[in-house]
């Protein structure tokens, strides 16, 4: 029994929504509202003192936390279909794309860094959107020229099958857009992100699909 603890607008628990999908796993999903400060009350606290979504508890286990280190886990746990390449040089390719997203990106995104930019700098929605989008299209240049300079045969990021670069990366896509990004630039992405967009397992994760998203 697998319950995700996200939120409709996590760019981190929406990798977490594609990967149990790919793998064919269901899942139940309770709705933490990261806007309202809900992951700080204390029945949430309980379950990932962080605070932050996403959180994956597994039957009666501790509590999963950490996008990336939950993607790992269902990887070594449920290896059927793949996320990762077989080869180790592949591998590291595909963590080291991630990581561009999921470590030097989001990080600077999240609730907490905007509440943060609002009341020690005073900067109003239109700055820190601005703030947001500087750093996921530094992000998106970046994978784009490690995929531009060594591609790998296949439709997606890495090969004939979507793995967990291509869930990492369409969920900083989804980030971007929600900002008003868009894809001129990128061409090797905007050709994945589009696969991605008609895959219905990656559709159905997509933030403006979930319970709680506005219509807009």
């Given amino acids: 029994m697998f319950t ?10 929406m990798r977490v929504r594609i990967a149990l999908a790919l793998k064919g796993l269901a899942y139940t999903e309770r709705s933490v509202d990261i806007l309202g400060g809900a992951q700080f009350a204390p029945a949430y606290a ?3 003192p962080q605070p932050a979504v996403p959180a994956l508890v597994v039957d009666d286990g501790p509590p999963l936390f950490q996008s990336m280190a939950i993607l790992e886990w269902l990887e070594e746990t449920q290896p059927d279909p793949p996320l990762l390449p077989a080869d180790p040089r592949g591998r590291a390719r595909v963590r080291g794309l991630c ?17 943060r930019l609002a009341s020690q ?11 947001s989008r500087y750093f ?13 300079r060594d591609p790998v045969p296949g439709d997606w990021v890495h090969g004939d099958a ?18 008003g990004g868009t894809l001129e630039a990128y061409p090797c992405l905007a050709r994945i992100f589009a696969r991605c967009a008609a895959d219905p397992r990656f559709a159905a994760a ?10 807009a």
Avoid: C, K, T
């Avoid at 700098?121 to 703030?131: C, Q, V, Y």
């Avoid at 979507?162 to 900002?179: F, K, N, T, W």
């Fill in 136 to 148: 996921m299209e530094a992000a998106l240049a970046a994978a784009e020229g490690h995929i531009a």
């Fill in 46 to 48: 309980a379950i990932n």
């Fill in 4 to 13: 995700l603890y996200g939120h409709w607008r996590s760019l981190a628990a």
């Fill in 99 to 115: 990581l561009i997203a999921a470590a030097d990106s989001h990080p600077l995104l999240v609730p907490r860094v905007r509440a």
């Fill in 121 to 131: 700098f005073g900067a109003d929605e239109a700055a820190i959107a601005e703030w």
């Fill in 206 to 215: 997509h933030p403006r699909r979930q319970p709680g998203a506005p219509a």
């Fill in 162 to 179: 979507p793995g967990m670069a291509d869930i990492v990366l369409y969920s900083l896509r989804a980030g971007h857009e929600q900002r």
